[in-house]
């Protein structure tokens, strides 16, 4: 009897043994299982909903709710002058359509810079930056780049005029974007055309220094490369510098006079200065 109860005793121990195994087992694969679902949330980004176009917009469309689609970018991927909801980018029934200024290809992110506000044609104006003004420079092949120029194209300016009575080539202003050629505001034309006028975009004291540069002389244009970032120092060439010339001041020569009183005459007669 005593030898039934022990075994029976030790298999109760063997089962309570197993029993805690099995439950420590269990337990260390929730721990684990937890680690894994920590991780998994540690890597859950942030999302903000980004508008994007549905097909190709070019200049001058007018932007319909079918044209964009809302699509969910990482809240720090989002740029800065996007559309983040339909209410932003269409308004409410009663808002006025926007328009296109720049193209847009499919499944681009729809920028504000591409758009104008509602209601507003595709012009100038709707290209202008807050408090830019638009200034209108007259050009030809030879001061227009012969027609290599389109909207949006940066170009220096440079001014020729007469100072001091000679005549001068002067750097006037650097890195200027064009916003318009002749009545044409699309950044997306590529034909080649010989402009009679380029408009730019400047701040009101740009406006007035053009204004009067082009009253005392001869503005041109210099296109810039597209990667193009360098600022040059004032850079000025008159006429003496391209023809090499050095003006020479001579000393004047020395002269020497003695006078000679007769009487009431007095005579004044040049003579050798002596040395010194």
């Known amino acids: ?29 929730l721990q684990a299982e937890n680690r894994v679902l920590r991780v998994k949330a540690s890597k859950v980004v942030e999302t903000t909903p980004v508008l994007l176009a549905t097909r190709e917009l070019r200049y001058g469309q007018t932007l319909r ?55 507003q044609d595709a012009g100038v104006s709707a290209r202008l930056t807050k408090g830019m003004r638009a200034f209108t420079i007259n050009v030809n092949v030879s001061t227009g780049v012969a027609g290599f120029l389109q909207p949006g194209d940066r170009v220096d300016v440079y001014w020729s005029g007469s100072i001091s009575g000679q005549s001068v080539t002067r750097l006037l202003l650097q890195d200027i974007e064009l916003i318009a050629i002749d009545q044409v505001a699309d950044a997306d034309t590529n034909r080649p055309v010989v402009a009679s006028t380029v408009t730019v975009e400047v701040s009101p ?39 090499g010339l050095e003006e020479i001041q001579e000393e004047e020569k020395k002269r020497c006079f003695n006078r000679v009183r007769r009487g009431l005459t007095v005579s004044v007669n040049e003579v050798p200065c002596p040395t010194e």
């Open 1 to 29: 009897m005593r030898i039934i109860f022990a075994l029976v005793f030790l298999f109760g121990i063997g089962m309570a043994g197993f029993a805690a195994y099995m439950a420590m087992q269990q337990f260390r694969g």
């Open 65 to 119: 709710k079918g044209d964009a689609k809302m699509v969910s970018f990482p809240a720090d991927a989002v740029p800065e002058n996007s559309f983040t909801s339909l209410d932003e980018l269409f308004g409410n029934d009663d808002s006025e359509p926007r328009q296109i200024i720049r193209t847009i290809e499919p499944g681009e992110i729809i920028m504000q810079s591409k758009v104008t506000r509602f209601g």
């Open 205 to 243: 004291m740009v406006v007035a220094t053009l204004t009067q540069a082009r009253a005392s002389g001869v503005l041109a244009l210099s296109l810039r490369g597209a990667e193009e970032q360098e600022i040059l120092g004032p850079l000025e060439v008159s006429q003496s510098d391209l023809l």
